[in-house]
């Protein structure tokens, strides 16, 4: 045990007042005074008179019978943001950053509170006027109310020492301040005036025996040494070892991942959530914990929710419902994301499951969240949060399942806390809106700091003030680069610099800074007799350089550290003989008719592997939200409307009969029946994406139809007609768009495309990747079919791409001898490229009945580049591992 810490708990075991820097350091010599006690043999002792320095001032507030006026951070920050919004309205002052601007403001206050200052008779720039008109006002209305500023807080205790409104104590140490504020300089003053005795407790003890100076490669690279060396320690039996991290607030996260990884690599993949074998001594924000974003995220629910905000509500386990109807409500996920919409509203959502007899936990979730909405009228803060509490009761929050010890721990600070903080409101608030209630409890939730409550490990990762007064075996200080300490001065915009500087207040100045950064590094040495100081040498690719206050008496060297305990290494050192499995063939299917039409021919030929999971087991992306109307709805109104048309007109004569008005007046008359069709059963978008796309497709189509009126004449005698057609073992239902009769006799076989990625080319590849038209082609005697083509609809490129039994019956379609690919299958004659066809068609169906799913893809590009299976394939390792070969 270090001799200051002997010298403190003899001195409270005498009855001593100990004030501390921080909450940290108060719960550490408590914790060691009651390891002593109990050394000592005793079973009762008295509490001592340990607090840290903030807590001891609002103890005697609460003695003076003042604890009632002090105002908590919430209630500050929320009076300074009406002050700034009252006096900034209608000038340019509006623009500001309303929260940022009040915390500067409340950092400004409470500087002058401690130094005792006032800004009148200052020389004062606009901003600094301004803010000393907000602080005023402020303090006048605080004088009004009796409330009292925390800034102003060890200024009433030290008036209340002085009056003998408090008792003064005999003899008061103080613990772990790098430098005293005036407060403290204060209190001081008036122990010692009485009579007692007030010192600071000197933390600088003899000079570590051994520090090492370590350069790292990279902020990642030196936290992960850290790791390591501190995994070693712990191997060897080490039993307090620290990690003082200057930045540990920006550091966190990533921190506590690779710590994780190499300290304690079996809880990366374990379900406890506790810290057993290291901790953090910075938390995280409520509004990070998922169980209580998902209350603010069902609190937050409007009359019409984004998909993604619905998606959230059906996959939260946080709900009512949400392991009972878990499969229902993925699958209705899946129904809604059909539909391609962004947005639900709550009442179209009720209208959806109102049929859902495996949904009525859902059903009644989204009745009571339409409840919800209505409420319009403004109540107190205090008013909202019984509300919300009631609201989230109602809604099955937390869920079903028995919460772990994190959620838990959440949710007790959720209550005792979030929900506290709009109560405390109550007293300086108006009545306020639903929206403006959440929005308060929203940013709560982001300001107060969670952390479990768990026992603290071996290996401690603290933040720079919070290493105050700690000692340890082992200790590794990072960060050390010369733009971390001394850091850059921060003066506060709303004091005069000046002023600042004369009083030393801190970030003031760079002489400040340096002083403040020295005084830390000396603590720090005497903290542990075995030191690492490291810094990295590269941010990306902007060099760094190591701070000038790492002691000139730690050696240049590497720490020894553990190897790699990650599971990744771990995998890797175990070096265990990876099973090769060749899994290229599903179970076979019985022969009939199969679902999927031909695009199971399709993805069979673009990839065997896309087909088995696409078409045998229903494996497929879920649909994604577009904007307006998206791709696959406009091409199915486009395909509808031109139904209509032909079913109209019949044939090439009829539509050539029609002037310009008449076709457009068609081309209307069929929009606006298709529209009125197709949203009868679904969700219809604004009626202004509506009028775009009618006005969108007449234009379209009147370029269309001119084309149309170019061809050799036609009669239309199908259009959108389903087929049955045996290929191989299968039976293959297709829908064709349309097919033409000609003047000779023959029939023209046509597939509406409105993509750019058409290839008439691909009717004469191995495997054949265009099947749907040639699975027809064959189908049919062969005198008949005269042709197949698809008919791009895009507007300035509408145009036929086909191939023939003869040029000239289509234009733009050529005849197949004119195609290379046709002379390189030896393809001499159409019924010889209707033989090819099918045999290609027929191997394509038994492959596929044969339940061949070997990852094969016909052609990177376009059997991969829009796939969305590459993620379960894994088609770009397999490239990667073979150089892209």
């Known amino acids: 045990m270090a001799n200051y810490l002997e010298n403190v708990i003899s001195a409270a075991a005498d009855g001593a007042l100990v004030l501390t820097a921080n909450k940290r350091l108060f719960r550490h010599l408590r914790d060691q005074f009651d390891q002593r006690m109990v050394a000592a043999g005793k079973q009762v002792w008295s509490t001592p008179q340990i607090f840290s320095f903030d807590g001891w001032l609002k103890r005697c507030l609460e003695e003076l019978g003042e604890g009632w006026r002090l105002l908590n951070s919430q209630q500050q920050q929320w009076l300074w943001e009406q002050e ?3 006096s900034s309205r209608g000038t340019s002052l509006e623009l500001l950053q309303l929260s940022k601007t009040a915390e500067k403001g409340i950092q400004a206050h409470r500087l002058l509170c401690e130094y005792g200052l006032t800004l009148e008779g200052e020389f004062l720039t606009g901003d600094q006027q301004i803010f000393y008109r907000w602080q005023q006002n402020y303090q006048r209305l605080c004088e009004k109310r009796q409330w009292l500023d925390p800034g102003e807080l060890s200024r009433r205790i030290c008036n209340a020492l002085s009056d003998r409104s408090l008792e003064i104590p005999d003899s008061v140490l103080l613990v772990g301040f790098d ?14 005036s009485a009579g007692g005795r007030c010192r600071e407790v000197s933390l600088q003890g003899s000079q570590a025996n051994r520090m090492i100076r370590f350069a790292a490669q990279d902020g990642r690279h030196e936290v992960e040494m850290a790791a390591r060396w501190a995994r070693r320690l712990l191997d060897q039996g080490a039993a307090s070892i620290g990690v003082v991290v200057p930045d540990l607030q920006v550091r966190r996260s990533q921190i506590e991942r690779l710590f994780r990884d190499q300290i304690d690599p079996q809880a990366t993949v374990a379900l406890d959530d506790d810290e057993a074998v290291f901790g953090l001594s910075l938390g995280v924000p409520l509004l990070e914990q998922g169980v209580v974003h998902a209350a603010l995220e069902l609190l937050g629910s409007g009359r019409r929710l984004t998909l993604e905000q619905i998606s959230f509500i059906l996959r939260s386990p946080y709900l009512g419902g949400a392991v009972a109807e878990g499969d229902s409500r993925a699958r209705f996920d899946r129904k809604l994301r059909s539909f391609r919409q962004q947005s639900f509203t709550l009442s179209r959502l009720k209208s959806l499951l109102s049929n859902k007899s495996d949904l009525t936990t859902l059903a009644a979730t989204i009745d009571r969240l339409q409840t919800a909405v209505t409420q319009t009228e403004q109540v107190l803060p205090g008013l909202w949060a019984e509300r919300f509490a009631d609201e989230l009761y109602l809604l099955g929050w937390p869920g079903e399942r028995t919460t772990s010890s ?17 109560v405390a409101l109550d007293s300086l608030q108006q009545p306020i809106s639903r929206g403006r209630a959440l929005q308060l409890l929203r940013r709560s939730c982001q300001e107060i700091e969670f952390q ?5 490990g071996p290996v401690q990762v603290v933040g720079l003030l919070e290493s105050s007064g700690l000692n340890f075996d082992h200790l590794w200080v990072m960060g050390m680069g010369e733009m971390v300490l ?17 009083y030393e207040m801190p970030h003031a100045s760079a002489a400040r800074e ?12 005497g903290a542990s007799d075995d030191i690492v100081f490291s810094y990295p040498r590269h941010d990306g690719d902007t060099p760094l350089q190591p701070s000038p206050l790492i002691p000139v008496a730690a050696v240049e060297g590497i720490p020894e550290v553990a190897e790699e305990q990650d599971v990744v290494a771990l995998l890797k050192k175990a070096k265990v003989p990876l099973e090769q499995l060749a899994d290229l063939r599903g179970p076979a299917l019985a022969a009939g008719q199969v679902d999927g039409g031909t695009q199971l021919l399709k993805d069979q030929a673009l990839c065997p592997f896309r087909a088995f999971i696409h078409h045998r087991l229903n494996g497929e992306k879920l649909a994604e939200a577009t904007p307006g109307i998206d791709p696959m709805t406009r091409g199915s109104l486009l395909h509808l409307v031109l139904e209509k048309i032909w079913q109209q007109l019949h044939d090439q004569s009829n539509l050539l009969a029609l002037n310009e008005q008449q076709r457009a007046e068609l081309i209307a008359s069929r929009v606006d029946i298709v529209f009125a069709e197709y949203y009868t059963t679904r969700m219809a978008p604004p009626e202004s994406l509506l009028q775009l796309e009618a006005e969108r497709i007449s234009i379209l189509l009147t370029e269309w139809l001119e084309l149309e009126g170019e061809r050799p004449p036609f009669r239309v005698v199908e259009t959108e007609k389903q087929h049955t057609e045996q290929i191989g073992p299968l039976q293959v239902s297709l829908k064709i768009d349309r097919i033409d009769d000609l003047d000779d006799g023959g ?9 750019a990625n058409i290839d008439s080319k691909d009717f004469l590849t191995q495997p054949l990747i265009e099947p749907q038209l040639p699975v027809y082609a064959v189908a049919t005697a062969d005198t008949t079919t005269a042709g197949i083509a698809f008919a791009r609809l895009q507007r300035g490129k509408c145009e036929f791409s086909g191939i023939a039994r003869k040029e000239g019956l289509l234009k733009g379609v050529k005849e197949f001898s004119r195609y290379p690919q046709a002379e390189d299958l030896g393809i001499g004659s159409w019924e010889e490229l209707r033989t090819f066809w099918q045999q290609e068609l027929t191997q394509l169906a038994t492959d596929y009945a044969a339940g061949e ?19 379960l394939c894994r088609i770009g390792e397999t490239n990667s591992s073979s150089g892209g070969e």
């Open 486 to 502: 001394p850091a850059r001065p921060q003066p506060n915009p709303f004091i005069p610099v000046k002023l600042q500087q004369q």
């Open 179 to 192: 430098q005293l504020s005036p407060g403290l300089q204060q209190l001081m003053a008036i122990v010692d």
């Open 514 to 525: 340096l002083q403040f950064a020295e005084q830390v590094i000396a603590r720090l040495q």
């Open 747 to 755: 029939q023209f076989i046509i597939d509406y495309k409105t993509g």
């Open 84 to 86: 700034i919004e009252t």
């Open 452 to 456: 479990l409550e768990s026992v603290s």
């Open 406 to 422: 994190s959620e838990y721990q959440a949710i007790k600070v959720w209550q005792e806390k979030g929900l506290a903080a709009l």
């Open 853 to 871: 799913a070997a990852v094969n893809p016909y052609d990177t590009k376009k059997s991969c580049e829009y796939c969305d299976l590459t993620g």
